[in-house]
Each structure stands twice: as structure tokens, then as C-alpha cells.
């Protein structure tokens, strides 16, 4: 089996049909992490897992593009909206984390790279960083995993430089850095603090070099599958919408990139899903 480790059947790509992506995921015995973004599709993370006995799991949480409006535009990508402002509310998320199905909180952190319009840069860099702060605390008080967006700023690794520093800062690492795409002293500063990597179906992509050295370089061990669907459709549905079931084909890339069995990277991240997750 696999776990597909970050999704968003919550969105809105999914509105007519996100029962049957699911249980086309679950028939082919994949399970996945549904991934909220800010307060109204966390809430509707919850209602989806609360469906299913098992293989269906939430997460909750404020992305950075949501602390202001923000136009997000990578049609490339399927990516194309904008976001609307909301403020981390501590209380109303940790009410939302009671319920059995959250398995984890996020998904947060830092994005450099979709900024808002006519707003000091230092201003929304220090209300990203704050928020994100305010989310491992609450995850820290739950004891819950948390999921990390990192984006830098154009050809930059900006972000995730204030990513570890923050986490230091924190004490709390108990975390998977989802959709990588720093460095690689980067990923290997953050396995040495303990937390996981994971990759989306970019690691299929003939461009990716850099991303698929990586891959090469740090231990399977230590390493999620995620899509991030409905977007980053790997190889071979590139430009179409992303699903759950789609997992396969980067976990079958990672095994193709290290040289070992998909049979060896389905039981290893998926072994190390379930009890990052506890599921």
C-alpha cells in the first residue's frame, strides 16, 4: 500500500466528485492525508475523514498566502486564484484538532514567493513567520506532527533558511517539509534535526535535476510521498488534475532514482507515514 501524505480533496477541483477520487484512491489500496489551508477547508478536511472509518485522514491549518489577499497564478500548474485573508485564530483551531480524524496540524509555514500586492515585504515576512510560530505551539501543546509549505523567494532559498531557523528557535520538530524544494545541505540539516522530507510528482518532471539528486542523496528512511492534488499531476498526466491514486508514479520515480524495488519504497513510506501520523 501507500499514503499519499498531503492532498486537498477539500478543494474545489474536487467539489462534484471527491467521493469517487477517494474511493478510486482507496480501491487501489492508497491512503492519504487530506490537507487543510485555512479555517473553512480544515473544517471540511474533517467532514470528509469523519466518512471513513479508516484510510481517510485530516489536517488543520493556515497557509501563509491566506494572511492577506494574494493572487496566486501558475497556470502551468492548474494554480490559479486568489486567496482570501484570514487571521490564526489559536482557539478555533485547536477546537477543530479535537476531533479524531486530525492527525496533524498545518499545513504552515513561509512563502516568499506569492506576495501580496502594495504590502511591505518585511511586514509579511514577519506576520508569516509569527503565525507559523503561533501553529507549532498549538501543535506542540496537541502533540501533533506538523506540515510545512516552504516557497523562496524567486531563485532563492530564502525561506527555508528562516524555516530551520525558526524551528530551532522552537524546540519542535516533529515535522515533514512537504513538496520539497530547498537545497540540499538544506534537507540534510532538516533530517539531522529529525524531521522528514517529502515529494510530489515534481521528482517526475525531466527538469528537475536538482530535485532528483536529492532524492539520490538523502535516506529513504527519512522521505514521504505526497501529489499535492489537485495540483503537480506528475509524469505521466503532467497538465492534467492531480489525484490521490497519481502517488504511485513519484514513489516509483524515488525507487527508479535509488536504485532499490517500488515494492521497498511503498513499504518504507508508508511504514513511516502511519507512525508519523499515528494512523
Known sequence: MLIDTHCHINFSSFKDDADEVIQRSLGNDIWLINVGSQYSTSERTIKIAEKYDKGVYAVVGLHPIHLYETEVDESE?????????????????????QSRKVVGIGEMGI???????????????QKQQQT????????????????????????????????????????????????????????????????YISFTGIVTFKNAKDLQKIVKEIPLGKMMVETDA??????????????????????????????????EVAEVTTGIAREFFNI
Request: glycine letters at 6%; one cysteine or more.
Open 77 to 97: 500548474q492548474g494554480i490559479e486564484f486568489k486567496s482570501r485573508t484570514e487571521e490564526f485564530d489559536y482557539d478555533l483551531y485547536k477546537n477543530l484538532a
Open 111 to 125: 512563502d516568499y514567493f506569492h506576495m501580496p500586492k502594495n504590502i511591505n515585504f518585511e511586514e509579511v515576512k
Open 132 to 195: 507559523f510560530q503561533n501553529g507549532i505551539k498549538l501543535a506542540k501543546e496537541l502533540d501533533k506532527p506538523i506540515i510545512i509549505h516552504t516557497r523562496a523567494t524567486k531563485n532563492s532559498f530564502d525561506a527555508y533558511d528562516d524555516v530551520i531557523n525558526i524551528l530551532k528557535q522552537a524546540d519542535y520538530t516533529k515535522g515533514v517539509v512537504h513538496c520539497y524544494g530547498g537545497n540540499l545541505e538544506q534537507a540534510q540539516e532538516l533530517i539531522d534535526m529529525g524531521l
Open 230 to 263: 489537485p495540483y503537480l499531476s506528475p509524469e505521466p498526466h503532467r497538465g492534467q488534475r492531480n489525484e490521490p491514486a497519481y502517488v504511485e508514479f513519484v514513489a516509483r520515480k524515488i525507487a527508479e532514482l535509488k536504485k532499490v524495488s517500488y515494492e
